[in-house]
């Protein structure tokens, strides 16, 4: 990748974002207007967030859920901690310790 | 609380979290095999967590311009509704008024709408300043500690899995829509079957379109 590609890459997604998060600054009354809009906004980020966290397991390659074994573990780590201490930074850290520790045969596992 | 000083202890808890984050980030992207300033930069110029990390698998892949756009689109929707509640706290400035807007992350909403420690604009813009500069140090210090990490060291890319879950986790607990969460689940599971490699953006359409034309059971439309 050129510099050209990470510029444009970095325009692309910034501005998308920058979107996002302006427009009801500028479009307040459509957003109170449109009641798909809210549906959207209320229940998208629920889906997403499950599909993003399938999506970032790898589960699109799996053949079995054996082969996702040791992401499946990671991740009830990371949501237990999460339910329980509620601290993101924790969560995230210990998880990733633990499918390390898995991937890398430390514990001998 | 109007002052550089009183902002600092104000955004101490996004710092704990986006110095270690941004870290991760700058270390993941620097494994991927690209090009080291482009995380800082990143950084600077996108500046959104979630989408950062996905789009460091998603460049080292080679993915193209729109599967980036739509993956900051549908990523970050969520932003869509954030600017509702802060339009007391809206810069007058030409440089200040975008600003505010282009750093309005999760974690700055949550300080700025929840906390009812911030009162006016000023304070509001150095938070959304201190904020990103936590983010920005941490992926240049990721960067940094990418070259001492020994190589061969593997598993490190399940920070972004370990996000998205706790994303999840708070979304599920804020709004209990288990409906949404067997919806994600069902998306996932066509797309995979049918899709391999497209996995992410079928899966995504698929969402937007149910979400648009399922009829929604009266009484429902006041909670938002």
Known sequence: MSDLDYLLAALI???????????PFVARGFIAHHRRIQVLGRRLPVA??????????GVHRWEAPADGQTQIIAVVVVAVLQLWRRQALLSILLGTLVYMAQMNGWLGL | MNSWRGVLPLTLPVMMGYLPLGAVFGVLWVDAGLSWY?????????????????AVGMLAAGIGWLD???????????????????????????????YFIFGITDETYSLLS?????????????????NQSYWVIGSLAGVLLARGLPTGLQG??????????????????AKKDWWAVALGLTAAAVAGAWVGEYFLLAASVMLVLVLLAWPEPQGEAAHV
């Not at chain 1, 997604?13 to 427009?23: E, K, N, P």
């Not at chain 2, 993956?71 to 929707?77: D, E, I, K, S, T």
């Not at chain 2, 929840?114 to 201190?130: E, P």
Request: proline share 3%.
């Open chain 1, 13 to 23: 997604m910034g501005l998308v974002t920058f979107g996002l998060r302006a427009f």
């Open chain 1, 48 to 57: 997403m967030m499950v599909l993003l966290t399938l999506y970032a397991m």
């Open chain 2, 38 to 54: 482009w995380a800082p930069l990143m950084s600077i110029i996108v500046y959104a967590g979630a989408l950062q990390y996905l």
């Open chain 2, 68 to 98: 980036l756009a739509v993956a900051a689109l549908l990523v970050n929707f969520r932003h869509l509704f954030y600017g509702l509640s802060l339009y007391h706290l809206l810069p007058k400035g030409a440089v200040g008024r975008p």
């Open chain 2, 114 to 130: 929840a906390s009812g420690q911030v009162k006016d604009s000023r304070t509001a813009l150095l938070v959304v300043l201190f």
């Open chain 2, 156 to 173: 490190l890319d399940f920070a972004l899995a370990a996000l998205f879950t706790v994303l999840a986790v708070e979304q599920i607990r």
